[in-house]
């Protein structure tokens, strides 16, 4: 389905019971909505709605061109619009990756909006700033951001060579099918300067100060995730004031929705129940 908010056009993938309890799924860098696919099936089955939203940048119809455009005011603000629009009040909000962060600010923005969150992979935005300028390791696990924050030069050593650079950093999505499901759409003309907007766009400053979620709230990390260390996992808890949990799944990279989308349903699904 199609949603218009805010003058764009975003494209959404829904499922589950039409009655169902609404869930907002917000995918990561570099891939869609499609990546919820193998999640989905147990949230529908218990009974749940789900809105797997292509977010700024990866829906064709909202794709503007200023990188300021994708400032994280603006993509909170989208993902309130596109709950406008379904004439959802309040949802159970996940994400992955670059939608984490969104989901972070979501609910420390909106809480009204936020039922429960479950951040994927992507720890409270403070936590991350702090780990930047205090561990070491995660300097270096984050050094590929300044490759991303370079016009043209981070596009051309992504897309080189029929994208292999892009394909590569893939690894762990699953088979051959399943990365070009994610890297092909990141070929079409603006499509992969869109979406490394999100990291020209960011700024630490406001990242630190990014506030609390105080709704209850479900961290997923995992141990082999070469982009996310320890430090910043586990600093977490510190910016949550909702009921807390953290769920560590072990021998999985930082594609978790692909490699591990049956805990991850778990996970979900106990947070969605904890609620009750």
């Known amino acids: 389905m199609r949603i218009e908010a805010r003058g764009l056009t975003f494209d959404v993938r829904a499922g589950g019971p039409e009655d169902g309890a609404p ?4 995918h990561g ?3 869609h909505g499609g990546e919820w696919d193998a999640v989905v099936p147990a949230l529908h089955a218990a009974g749940l709605r789900t809105y797997a939203l292509d977010q700024r940048g990866y829906s064709p119809g909202a794709r503007p061109k200023a990188v300021e455009a994708y400032r994280m005011p603006e993509l909170v ?3 309130v619009a596109v709950l406008d629009a379904l004439g959802v009040e309040a949802a159970h909000v996940v994400g992955h990756d670059w939608g984490a962060v969104v989901g972070w600010n979501l ?3 909106h809480p009204e909006r936020v039922r429960t969150l479950t951040a994927v992979s992507v720890p409270h935005p403070a936590a991350m700033a702090h780990a930047l300028t205090t561990d070491p390791q995660q300097k270096a696990r984050s050094a590929y951001i300044l490759l991303f924050r ?3 030069k981070a596009e051309k050593a992504l897309l080189a060579l029929g994208a292999t650079g892009l394909r590569r950093m893939l690894t ?3 088979d051959d099918e399943r990365v070009a499901a994610y890297a092909d759409p990141m070929r079409e003309p603006g499509a992969l300067t869109a979406a490394l907007n999100w990291y020209r766009a960011m700024d630490r400053t406001d990242m630190a100060a990014t506030g609390p979620a105080p709704v209850p709230t ?3 990390w995992s ?9 910043a996992a586990k600093a977490c808890a510190d910016h949550v004031t909702g009921d807390y949990r953290f769920v560590e799944l072990h021998r999985v990279s930082h594609w978790i929705p692909d490699e591990a989308p049956a805990p991850l349903a778990e996970a979900i699904l106990a947070r969605v129940r904890g609620l009750a």
């Open 23 to 26: 869930v907002l799924l917000l």
């Open 29 to 31: 860098f570099p891939q």
């Open 77 to 79: 603000a989208d993902a």
């Open 218 to 220: 479900t961290f997923v």
């Open 223 to 231: 141990d082999r995730d070469i982009a996310i260390g320890r430090t």
């Open 172 to 174: 762990g999505v699953g």
């Open 150 to 152: 370079q016009p043209g």
């Open 107 to 109: 609910a420390a923005r």
